[in-house]
């Protein structure tokens, strides 16, 4: 079955680059939306936005000023950017793959997450 | 943007039946999906487009949506039960389609 994986630094430093990947195995990217989520220590889930396979993407817009989510179709993986971070960006970041229905999404799978700390 | 509301924590004794709840406008209108999530884990779909559920998950667990609020309730509780659950819409009208509720701790007393 699909399965999903994420990678990163799991330190970045305030104002720098948050950068993402997640490479999907056992199935195609292809003809999916596919969603970056994040959960900070303790808390709720966010979802920060999506990618289609085709590349045009839907941010959050409490995030949007900051983000961009895109999609190598080739290697079979998404990737997420974050710029100017800060503390409050710490969280573990999964991505997930959308199923449709209708005009209703959920998400499933999900990748196991990756934590990432914000620190000097 | 779309708000989903849900209590903090349900407690319930095994063998009995939890509810829990997920609150917001006229949610009835939309379709509600539930995570389980357990510590140190991703979240698990096991309710999808309102009571369905995806294969493995089991009978126990249903989902019922009507009005202002949507319900996951799972029967017949289990200790491994325990974790924390998520309700999600997806709300096509708006510039933040992806909302999450805050979570519900279920606790099997």
């Known amino acids: 079955q699909v399965q999903l994986q994420e990678s990163g630094p799991g330190l970045v430093k305030p104002s720098e680059t948050l950068s993402l990947t997640c490479i999907v195995s056992g199935g195609s990217i292809n003809g999916y939306y596919w969603s970056w989520i994040r959960q900070p220590p303790g808390k709720g889930l966010e979802w920060i936005g999506y990618?289609?396979?085709?590349?045009?993407?839907n941010y959050n817009p409490s995030l949007k000023s900051r983000v961009t989510i895109s999609v190598d179709t080739s290697k079979n993986q998404l990737s997420l950017k974050l710029n100017s971070v800060t503390a409050a960006d710490t969280a573990v970041y999964y991505c997930?793959?959308?199923?449709?229905?209708?005009?209703?999404?959920?998400?499933?799978?999900w990748g196991q997450g990756t934590l990432v700390t914000v620190s000097s | 943007s779309y708000v989903l509301t849900q209590p903090p924590s349900v407690s319930v004794a095994p063998g009995k039946t939890a509810g829990i709840t997920c609150g917001g406008n006229n949610i009835g209108s939309k379709s509600v999906h539930w995570y389980q999530q357990k510590p140190g884990q991703a979240p698990v779909v096991v309710i999808y487009?309102?009571?369905d559920r995806p294969s493995g998950i089991p009978e126990r667990f249903s989902g019922s949506n009507s009005g202002n609020t949507a319900t996951l309730s799972i029967s017949r509780v289990e200790a491994g039960d325990e974790a924390d659950y998520y309700c999600q819409v997806w709300d096509s009208s708006s510039d933040h389609p992806g909302v999450f509720g805050g979570g519900t701790k279920l606790t099997v007393l």
């Open positions: 997930a793959r959308q199923e449709s229905s209708w005009s209703t999404n959920w998400f499933d799978p």
């Open positions: 990618v289609y396979y085709s590349g045009s993407t």
């Open positions: 487009y309102d009571s």
